[in-house]
């Protein structure tokens, strides 16, 4: 697919729409959201490392006026200004509706279930100004952000960004996230690993009426209220598991 087909999935008026929406061409008449998306779509489609420094010309040739006319040069400093400032609520909102048209067109195909996951990203405190730090230990100098994820039919449905201290407990960032595509998407199965240990996370999305899928530590606490028969005999093989027990 070029830039210019991706581009005609997201109409010029959803862009003022969300412009509009979002305030984020308040104090800006050059580079405007809309024509930041462009850009930024264009380098990361036809740059192998996208870049400030690729950007910049980019948006001085040919192709790129063809995408969206304009006259004049851009100097770097303009360009990392306006990013570091920009509200990227707008970018959200787009995406958001990326997303809803990819379900579209996934149709009857759309897989029934979400996976939910975190990842932590760190960084040398000198480089990065926000995030939080685990005291003690050899990553204290580090500044650390998680992200976590909603993935399901083949791409990112959901990111969610954590920075502060508390959300480096799974029971609250997966739960956070959790509730959050629940409330976009009720129906999906939701599944996640063991990061949940909390029992009051479970009951919060046991009360919500959120079915999940989730790993319980073999030592949780628990009482076996009633065992299922197997078809056959234990272990029940399949494709990549063995079960030896379906317990209530």
Same mark, same amino acid.
């Given at each position: 697919?070029?830039?210019?087909?991706?581009? !005609?999935? @997201? %109409?010029?008026?959803?862009?003022?729409?969300?412009?509009?929406?979002?305030? @984020?061409?308040?104090?800006?008449?050059?580079?405007?959201?809309? $024509?930041?998306?462009?850009?930024?779509?264009?380098?990361?489609?036809? /740059? &192998?490392?996208?870049?400030?420094?690729?950007?910049?010309?980019?948006?001085?040739?040919?192709?790129?006026?063809?995408?969206? %006319?304009?006259?004049?040069?851009?100097?770097?400093? !303009?360009? !990392?200004?306006?990013?570091?400032?920009?509200?990227?609520?707008?970018?959200?909102?787009?995406?958001?509706?990326?997303?809803?048209?990819?379900?579209? /067109?996934?149709?009857?195909?759309?897989?029934?279930?979400?996976?939910?996951? !975190?990842?932590?990203?760190?960084?040398? #405190? &000198?480089?990065? /100004? $926000?995030?939080?730090?685990?005291?003690?230990?050899?990553?204290?100098?580090?500044?650390?952000?998680?992200?976590?994820?909603?993935?399901?039919?083949?791409? #990112?449905?959901?990111?969610?960004?954590?920075?502060?201290?508390?959300?480096?407990?799974?029971?609250?960032?997966?739960?956070?996230?959790?509730?959050?595509?629940? =409330?976009?998407?009720?129906?999906?199965?939701?599944?996640?690993? =063991?990061?949940?240990?909390?029992?009051?996370?479970?009951?919060?999305?046991?009360? &919500?009426?959120?079915?999940?899928?989730?790993?319980?530590?073999?030592?949780?606490?628990?009482?076996?209220?009633?065992?299922?028969? %197997?078809?056959?005999?234990?272990?029940?093989?399949?494709?990549?598991?063995?079960?030896?027990?379906?317990?209530?």
């Amino acid at each position: 697919m070029t830039v210019q087909q991706l581009l !005609s999935l @997201v %109409p010029d008026r959803l862009l003022a729409g969300l412009a509009l929406e979002t305030g @984020v061409d308040h104090y800006s008449k050059k580079l405007q959201g809309a $024509v930041l998306f462009k850009l930024l779509l264009h380098c990361l489609l036809t /740059h &192998k490392d996208n870049s400030l420094r690729g950007m910049a010309p980019a948006y001085e040739s040919l192709v790129f006026r063809m995408l969206n %006319p304009h006259q004049g040069s851009l100097a770097i400093s !303009s360009l !990392s200004e306006r990013l570091s400032t920009i509200n990227e609520a707008f970018f959200e909102r787009l995406y958001q509706h990326c997303v809803r048209l990819y379900r579209q /067109h996934l149709g009857p195909r759309r897989a029934d279930w979400v996976l939910i996951d !975190s990842t932590i990203v760190a960084l040398s #405190a &000198k480089l990065l /100004h $926000v995030g939080y730090r685990l005291r003690g230990g050899d990553a204290e100098h580090l500044r650390q952000l998680k992200f976590t994820i909603a993935y399901s039919n083949g791409i #990112a449905e959901m990111v969610n960004f954590y920075s502060d201290q508390r959300h480096n407990s799974e029971n609250l960032a997966l739960r956070e996230t959790t509730l959050q595509q629940a =409330r976009l998407d009720p129906f999906t199965i939701k599944i996640f690993d =063991r990061g949940v240990t909390a029992r009051h996370t479970y009951d919060v999305l046991t009360e &919500k009426g959120i079915v999940f899928v989730s790993m319980l530590h073999p030592r949780a606490k628990h009482d076996a209220i009633e065992s299922h028969p %197997p078809a056959g005999r234990w272990p029940l093989l399949t494709g990549t598991l063995e079960i030896y027990s379906d317990v209530w």
